[in-house]
């Protein structure tokens, strides 16, 4: 058996900690295994006790894990490995020892500021232009134009704009709203 590390695959040939940053990555950007007891080379090396390590493995991940992603462990008594499924999950971001981290190519990394900030929007199913924007003043004199003659609407009320979702529910213009603003800091 010839196989490499890829993005959605990590080969480890023991149970040691440095799996557990490829967990994050595989939780927080899209299912993927990880197989123990295989070498970087793709050489099947086995392991001493497969149903032992399975223990290890799991107690490993769910004393490591804000939340604890959700995940399979199935043991080859045969070939004396063990594949870990990883599932990417919906309570983002997913961290081990308060980091995130990501898969690039066959290396695992922390994300940075910016990619974590994402990833916390993305768990609370909240993107960048559904928040609140920072500029509350907005005039949409050139919308209103485009959408009264298009939709047929008499005004840009607040109900048509909770509509596109270009307003909050209090009130309060979205990003989304900011951008389509006559004028906009974008």
């Given at each position: 058996?010839?196989?490499?590390?890829?993005?959605?695959?990590?080969?480890?040939?023991?149970v040691?900690?440095?799996?557990?940053?490829t967990?994050?990555?595989?939780?927080?950007?899209?299912?993927?295994?990880?197989?123990?007891?295989?070498?970087?080379?793709?050489?099947?090396?086995g392991?001493?006790?497969?149903?032992?390590?399975?223990?290890?493995?799991?107690?490993?991940?769910?004393?490591?894990?804000?939340?604890?992603?959700?995940?399979?462990?199935?043991?080859d008594?045969?070939?004396?490995?063990?594949?870990?499924?990883?599932?990417?999950?919906?309570?983002?971001?997913?961290?081990?020892?308060?980091?995130?981290?990501?898969?690039?190519?066959?290396?695992?990394?922390?994300?940075?500021?910016?990619?974590?900030?994402?990833?916390?929007?993305?768990?609370?199913?909240?993107?960048?232009d559904?928040?609140?924007?920072?500029?509350?003043?907005?005039?949409?004199?050139?919308?209103?134009?485009?959408?009264?003659?298009?939709?047929?609407?008499?005004?840009?009320?607040?109900?048509?704009?909770?509509?596109?979702?270009?307003?909050?529910?209090?009130?309060?213009?979205?990003?989304?709203?900011?951008?389509?603003?006559?004028?906009?800091?974008?």
């Open positions: 058996m010839t196989t490499r590390e890829t993005r959605g695959l990590e080969l480890k040939q023991s040691t900690r440095t799996f557990l940053k967990v994050s990555a595989f939780a927080n950007y899209g299912t993927g295994r990880i197989i123990f007891g295989i070498d970087d080379d793709g050489k099947i090396v392991l001493a006790n497969p149903i032992g390590d399975c223990l290890k493995v799991e107690n490993m991940i769910n004393n490591c894990f804000e939340p604890v992603p959700r995940y399979t462990l199935e043991p008594d045969r070939r004396k490995t063990i594949t870990l499924t990883v599932f990417e999950g919906a309570d983002k971001p997913y961290r081990c020892s308060g980091k995130a981290y990501i898969r690039n190519d066959s290396s695992t990394v922390e994300v940075n500021r910016l990619e974590y900030g994402r990833l916390v929007l993305e768990g609370n199913n909240t993107s960048y559904e928040l609140p924007s920072p500029a509350q003043g907005l005039k949409f004199t050139l919308l209103e134009k485009h959408l009264c003659g298009t939709l047929g609407i008499e005004s840009l009320s607040g109900d048509v704009m909770r509509t596109l979702e270009l307003m909050t529910q209090d009130g309060a213009y979205t990003n989304a709203a900011e951008m389509l603003a006559d004028s906009n800091a974008f």
